[in-house]
């Protein structure tokens, strides 16, 4: 069990250790394609837009999925009436046609005349960027859908000046011509939009304007972005929050632009290939996109890339950058493009292997590997010379047409990290117990690490321990594992763990208890001896109890130091905790209501007792003022007492104390004032009565 | 013999109560309202001990502050009427208004403390 556990945690140092080094880019595959199937989902068979439809159609496209049909009729009636619709902007016709180049709707000529006339127009006068990017891009596709059409612009000349005429000198483009901020996605609308006017234009434009625009490319290309692992990317540099580009999709509007322009100009483009190649890497560097607009991008960006006229990426690759010598595995290596289709006749050689001790020094010798055109890999027998451990393998692509090399880009070398795992040898163990002033041996066991070990050997404290072995590698070097643990386990649960350490050729520890008895809390008994020896390329990794020792150790002094409480489980330290129950006062019996009602009652029976008695007292207010003055100060101070006890009652119910007390001096010197001038005027009148 | 002194005993009693009301009834009524309002304050607290043997006291606070208030009053409407009475010779020269003045103020604190223990 507990080894099970360790191979478990070997496992996933193995999985770590290779997510580590993921310089392994692998071509678009079939996660890809389900992926795209879940992504792209059309809600009762139409998209929200018709922008989101064209992103999903020519996703589906690029990866070969057929799912047309389903969204066909809804997606077809939108994109009709979008392009019979006379107010649609030219960026809503622009996705229209896009959309319709995929499903081929049934649009009529005379409805493309009526937008090409509408664009021709719109692009004459544009000033802002977008406006000539979508009115030509529909062109174009107009182009493309009806060659009855005459799409062709009279001034091509004059509408590549404009929009040229909004690049920056660093191969950036503003929007427009009002806005002075300068964008990379920007420059890859321009170059598409530009391509676009190339390819309509009537008459052929002035090459040296083309020449200034592919010099513009290269500088473009100056400003790209590299990670460490080779992928390259562009990013805008002015962060403007509102209309923010994602790395992802300014990288991927400059390879729309740059593989549109180089596809309608004659001549190459000396973007270098390595570049290329890093803004392949960095598609597939990102995996599987989340979310339908990013997969879009990746997507097609790569199928830009894949047909491209400047240099069409090759993507090394490798299924398994982990080769196990026990199963002969043999190293093997994929050349395809990065869609994954075959590359053209090339040879793959393993150039140097470094391993991961020493950065320099190559292991190995140049080799070739061999190709198998059936699985379309090349293969190589591990070399002799590469023992288990961690290495970089350097592989080189070497193009067999030298024509080819002037279409693909191979990148140069290519650094792989490769895992050797083996089965690793265990020799010459053998446990001693040593008397500890001679050194004479007083048992010996033999132990064979690869099985079961019972041992039972018995020691006191004036002994020694020592145990010993030898790794070797199946090449018969001596292996140093990561981890070689020795640990000695009281019965009362009190763990000690020893380093095993590496002397000479063998590795070995010598415990002396003497000068461990204070350690080992003078706890006599019986030792569980167990032994762990990991490391992530041994294939034999063990965690294993090898029997148990019997210590014999002096009486603990006064003054020894207790042994710890046994630790609780480490795990349950993680582990759901114990519910806690809260246990609340238990509310005290109440009365039943209705008797509360009642006394409430017969509480205001001695009110109305006293109100009756008023009454027939003949109780009058006729000694109440009834000059003006008097009255007046009659009424406040017996409002004034009503306002005290009101605030009485509100106290009760929610003020507190201080704003209470704050309120009742208020009051209280109201209330004295008034009730000062009403009383001394009913004392004055009393006292008048009497001498009268 | 026993039932004639029986009879005899009633008439007494009946007797001395009328003597005792119409001795009362020369009380003027000031003194009649107060003693009133003290009744009326006694009754309510009486009423709320009645209630508290019932059904326990069990918020306590509630209950004395209930009771309180009503002796509370009740004491210091006795202490208005010694004041206000004229057959009191030792307030002889205190006004009543001053005295009616003492007891609104002395109600005042009384029950701002009542509201303040009422919980």
Known sequence: ?692 | MGKASTSSTTKDALVLFDSLRSAYSATPTTLKIIDLYVGFAVFTALIQVVYMALVGSFPFNSFLSGVLSCTGTAVLAVCLRIQVNKENKDFKDLPPERAFADFVLCNLVLHLVIMNFLG
């Open chain 1, 1 to 692: 069990m507990a080894t099970r556990n360790l191979g478990g945690f070997l496992v996933l140092i193995l999985a770590i250790a290779i997510c580590e080094a993921a310089s392994v880019f692998q071509p678009i595959s079939d996660s890809h394609r389900s992926a795209g199937s879940e992504l792209f989902t059309a809600n009762d068979g139409s998209f929200g837009s018709l922008e989101e439809a064209y992103e999903a159609l020519r996703s589906f496209e690029i990866l070969g999925i057929d799912k047309k049909s389903d969204i066909r009729t809804a997606t077809c009636q939108s994109v009709v009436d979008k392009l019979g619709s006379s107010s649609s902007a030219p960026k809503d016709l622009f996705y229209a046609l896009k959309v319709n180049s995929i499903l081929k709707c049934k649009v009529n000529d005379k409805i493309f005349e009526g937008i090409a006339a509408r664009l021709k127009a719109i692009a004459n006068t544009a000033s802002s960027l977008l406006d000539f990017y979508h009115s030509i891009g529909s062109l174009v596709l107009i182009k493309d859908q009806s060659s009855e059409v005459d799409v062709l612009l009279a001034d091509a000349g004059g509408i590549f000046h404009s929009i040229k005429s909004l690049s920056q000198s660093d191969g950036r483009w503003r929007f427009s011509s009002d806005n002075p901020e300068s964008s990379t996605y920007a420059a890859g609308l321009a170059l598409e939009a530009l391509s676009g006017v190339v390819s309509l234009a009537s008459s052929e434009i002035d090459q040296s304007k083309i020449g200034t625009l592919k010099s513009d490319i290269l500088k473009l290309f100056d400003s790209v972005e590299k990670y460490d692992d080779g992928a390259m990317y562009f990013d805008e540099k002015v962060v403007d929050l509102r209309e923010r580009q994602s790395p992802l999709s300014t990288t991927a509007s400059v390879v729309r632009g740059l593989t549109a322009f180089a596809a309608v100009t004659s001549g190459n483009i000396k973007v270098p290939g390595d570049k290329i190649l890093g803004l392949a890497k960095f598609f597939l560097g990102i995996g599987i996109p989340g979310n339908a607009k990013d997969f879009f991008n990746q997507v097609d960006s790569l199928a830009s890339l894949e047909s491209n006229k400047v240099a069409i990426p090759l993507i090394l690759s490798l299924p398994a950058t982990v080769l196990s010598l026990t199963k002969k595995d043999r190293l093997q290596v994929k050349v395809n493009t990065v869609l994954g289709s075959s590359a053209p006749p090339l040879t793959v050689k393993l150039v140097r292997a470094l391993s991961s001790g020493s950065k320099v020094a190559s292991t190995i010798e140049s080799q070739e590997l061999k190709f198998d055109r059936e699985s379309e890999s090349h293969f190589l027998d591990v070399p002799k010379s590469v023992d288990v451990g961690n290495y970089i393998f350097v592989f080189e692509v070497v193009l067999h047409d030298s024509e080819d090399e002037k279409v693909y880009a191979t990148g140069g070398s290519t650094q792989v990290q490769i895992f050797v795992t083996g089965v690793i040898k265990i020799e010459n163990a053998e446990i001693v117990v040593l008397d500890s002033d001679v050194g004479s041996i007083e048992t010996q066991k033999k132990l064979d690490l690869a099985g079961e070990n019972s041992l039972a050997l018995s020691a006191n404290h004036l002994q020694k321990l020592r145990l010993s072995f030898q790794l070797t590698t199946p090449f018969g070097n001596a292996f140093k594992p990561h981890q070689v643990f020795l640990k000695l386990r009281h019965e009362t649960k009190v763990e000690h763990i020893f380093v095993v350490g590496k002397s000479g050729k063998k590795f070995e520890i010598i415990l002396d208890f003497l000068g461990l008895v204070e350690k080992f809390y003078y706890l006599s008994g019986s030792y569980d001896i167990q032994l762990t020896v990991g490391d992530a390329v041994m294939e034999n990794s063990f965690f294993r109890a090898i029997g148990y020792i019997d210590l014999d150790l002096p009486e603990a002094p006064e003054k020894a130091s207790r042994p710890p409480t046994p630790a609780i489980d480490p795990y349950s330290k993680y582990g759901p905790k114990a519910e806690i129950s809260h246990i609340f006062r238990v509310p005290e019996k109440r009365p039943s209501q209705e008797l509360s009602l009642i006394f409430l009652g017969l509480v205001f029976l001695p009110l109305i007792g006293f109100l009756v008695g008023l009454l027939r007292l003949g109780v009058n207010l006729k000694n109440f003022p009834t000059s003006a003055l008097p009255a007046t100060f009659g009424i406040l101070f017996h409002v004034g007492i009503a306002a005290v006890l009101l605030l009485y009652v509100l106290f009760w119910l929610k003020l507190d104390l201080f704003t209470t007390l704050k309120w009742v001096g208020l009051l209280g010197v109201f209330l004295l004032f008034v009730g000062h001038r009403i009383l001394s005027h009913q004392a004055s009148t009393s006292a008048k009565l009497k001498s009268a």
